[in-house]
């Protein structure tokens, strides 16, 4: 079995952003592609990520389009919610209300955070402790710094992510993005946080550090970020997944048609050929997201 962890889909085509070529528009891959792909890759379920903060998507997937996609096909699509920590100005009564809804409605977790402002921001611990205490993993994106980009600012070393994750002790962070991955090196310079750095990884990586000191942080291996962390040297990567089996969960980070997933051959190769255990490698790809999210499967 596989659970892909992190996906973004649309019930219909609508615009996400830049491609991959410079100055190409494209769109968001739709719940029927997303099905077709899964069955490509031999992937059972999927976690469908909305996208509703600005800063995002050119159009937004909410969380309502993926409730509608579970009720389609809840064999296949796990639904998360994503209401923005900015929400009716950041109003805190609203923003508990809303998600004691969804959670009603079958959301099994938050995510994929987008929303540009500081890891510690107030509007942002008010949705940590709202999570905390409905039992809602978060799934965040990490962004370098303040009006640049998408995500959860915070600095190099993520202090600010320490911070909440001693602050909100029972509540599930599942890190993810460019500065969170390239963390993974004890040698990042500050112009290399959103970017895949090369090469060896040195120790004293903060995110081996924080992964190994705080229980409550999990790591999606989704998109190029993941995928460059565990395959920049192999050697590292290796020990990595099988020193952080329990904590690791496989992704892809889809959202458009024809997507690279790069994340797949590697894991299947690394395990075909016994470098990584059944056990690291069931763990990842099904049994820890199956564990965390209290999937009846």
């Given at each position: 079995?596989?659970?892909?962890?992190?996906?973004?889909c649309?019930?219909?085509p609508?615009?996400?952003?830049?491609?991959?070529?410079?100055?190409?528009?494209?769109?968001?891959?739709?719940?029927?592609?997303?099905?077709?792909?899964?069955?490509?890759?031999?992937?059972?379920?999927?976690?469908?990520?909305?996208?509703?903060s600005?800063?995002?998507?050119?159009?937004?997937?909410?969380?309502?389009?993926?409730?509608?996609?579970?009720?389609?096909?809840?064999?296949?699509?796990?639904?998360?919610?994503?209401?923005?920590?900015?929400?009716?100005?950041?109003?805190?009564?609203?923003?508990?209300?809303?998600?004691?809804?969804?959670?009603?409605?079958?959301c099994?977790?938050?995510?994929?955070?987008?929303?540009?402002?500081?890891?510690?921001?107030?509007?942002?611990?008010?949705?940590?402790e709202?999570?905390?205490?409905?039992?809602?993993?978060?799934?965040?994106?990490?962004?370098?710094k303040?009006?640049?980009?998408?995500?959860?600012?915070?600095?190099?070393?993520?202090?600010?992510?320490?911070?909440?994750?001693?602050?909100?002790?029972?509540?599930?962070?599942?890190?993810?993005s460019?500065?969170?991955?390239a963390?993974?090196?004890?040698?990042?310079?500050p112009?290399?946080?959103?970017?895949y750095?090369?090469?060896?990884?040195?120790?004293?990586?903060?995110?081996?550090?924080?992964?190994?000191?705080?229980?409550?942080?999990?790591?999606?291996?989704?998109?190029?970020?993941?995928?460059?962390?565990?395959?920049?040297?192999?050697e590292?990567?290796?020990?990595?997944?099988?020193?952080?089996?329990?904590?690791?969960?496989?992704?892809?980070?889809?959202?458009?048609?024809?997507?690279?997933?790069p994340?797949?051959?590697?894991?299947?190769?690394?395990?075909?050929?016994?470098?990584?255990?059944?056990?690291?490698?069931?763990?990842?790809?099904?049994k820890?997201?199956?564990?965390?999210?209290?999937?009846?499967?």
């Open positions: 079995m596989i659970i892909d962890i992190h996906t973004h649309s019930l219909k609508i615009w996400l952003g830049y491609g991959p070529t410079p100055g190409e528009f494209i769109r968001f891959i739709t719940i029927d592609e997303l099905l077709e792909r899964m069955k490509k890759e031999s992937i059972d379920i999927s976690v469908v990520l909305p996208l509703q600005p800063e995002s998507s050119i159009e937004t997937v909410s969380t309502r389009d993926v409730l509608e996609m579970y009720k389609r096909y809840p064999d296949k699509i796990v639904p998360f919610c994503n209401p923005d920590p900015r929400l009716y100005l950041g109003n805190k009564k609203a923003l508990e209300f809303i998600l004691e809804e969804y959670k009603k409605m079958g099994k977790g938050v995510g994929e955070v987008t929303a540009n402002i500081y890891f510690d921001d107030p509007r942002a611990l008010n949705l940590f709202i999570c905390e205490n409905l039992g809602l993993p978060i799934l965040f994106h990490i962004g370098p303040p009006n640049c980009c998408y995500g959860l600012v915070d600095e190099l070393g993520l202090p600010r992510l320490e911070k909440v994750l001693k602050m909100f002790p029972d509540l599930i962070f599942i890190g993810h460019q500065p969170f991955w963390e993974i090196s004890g040698d990042l310079r112009e290399e946080r959103n970017s750095p090369k090469g060896k990884v040195v120790p004293g990586g903060r995110v081996v550090e924080l992964l190994e000191n705080y229980p409550n942080l999990y790591a999606d291996l989704s998109a190029g970020s993941g995928y460059n962390a565990i395959s920049r040297d192999e590292f990567g290796i020990w990595f997944l099988e020193k952080f089996q329990d904590k690791l969960l496989f992704g892809t980070d889809i959202d458009f048609p024809g997507q690279n997933l994340q797949i051959p590697y894991l299947r190769r690394l395990h075909e050929e016994g470098k990584i255990s059944d056990k690291a490698y069931e763990k990842i790809m099904y820890n997201a199956k564990k965390l999210l209290k999937l009846n499967i």
